[in-house]
């Protein structure tokens, strides 16, 4: 991909800044968090643009995407790494856990999405991968709310690029098992499998595919990765 901006959500922790590294050097990168504080503090280590969004609010993801594209032009790629973890059997989660999940999982996905491709269509080309979790593939004790947020996601994923019918715009999907993140520590240690992948392992795999060529065939809404360390 020559030229155009990258957007990383959920780019101030764990993958989402593993990819936010790998990408800075050669491209323009704008790191997106849900606190300020953070989102600075990651902007000014890694010298590049930052932005305060919080992807549950549809009109803060409308203007971070048009503030964007009216700062920097073309838009190369969207990774959406933000997640929020709800573990717990569903009898003993908090109400207030599960709609968090659901704004984040679910809403935040669908509105990143739908303005990640609302630039990308207009340009004729760009990225987008959504980063899943390997979750959805294999059910486990303890992760009802999660694996069901996600799996919203992964369908959605699916849909929209089957409806894109033009390579040029690729939607694409990876599924990471846990990784040692910040939100594998909120999950706990029971959730992290003896073998497993680092997170930098996993961003080299988000970034390949941000970095797809417009006439490179054969990608859009395939479920790229589903990685569980034993590669």
């Not at 590049?48 to 409308?62: K, L, M, W």
């Not at 920097?72 to 790494?81: F, R």
């Not at 856990?97 to 999405?113: F, K, P």
């Not at 594998?184 to 003896?194: I, K």
Request: glycine letters at 10%; one cysteine or more; charged letters at 20%.
């Amino acid at each position: 991909m020559a030229g155009g901006t990258f957007v990383v959500v959920g780019g101030t922790s764990g993958l989402g800044l593993a990819v936010a590294r790998r990408l800075l050097g050669r491209h323009r990168v704008v790191v997106v968090g849900d606190e300020p504080w953070e989102v600075a503090a990651v902007a000014d280590e890694l010298d590049c643009p930052g932005a305060a969004c919080d992807i549950t609010s549809y009109e803060q993801v409308r203007e971070l995407f048009a503030g964007v594209v009216e700062r920097y032009g073309v838009i190369g790629g969207v990774a959406d790494c933000a997640s929020v973890w709800a573990g717990g059997d569903l009898l003993d989660l908090n109400p207030e856990r599960i709609r968090r999940a659901v704004e984040v999982n679910v809403l935040g996905t669908t509105y990143v999405l739908k303005e990640a491709l609302h630039h990308l269509t207009r340009q004729g080309q760009g990225n987008v991968v959504y980063v899943g979790a390997l979750a959805v593939t294999r059910s486990r004790p303890g992760i009802p709310v999660y694996r069901a947020t996600k799996s919203y996601g992964t369908s959605l994923v699916e849909s929209v690029a089957e409806a894109q019918r033009s390579n040029r715009v690729k939607v694409m999907q990876l599924h990471p098992g846990p990784m040692p993140t910040r939100l594998q520590e909120r999950a706990g240690a029971e959730f992290l499998d003896e073998v497993y992948a680092q997170p930098e392992q996993v961003a080299a795999e988000v970034v390949r595919l941000l970095l797809l060529a417009a006439d490179d065939l054969y990608v859009s809404g395939e479920q790229v990765l589903r990685a569980d360390g034993r590669w």
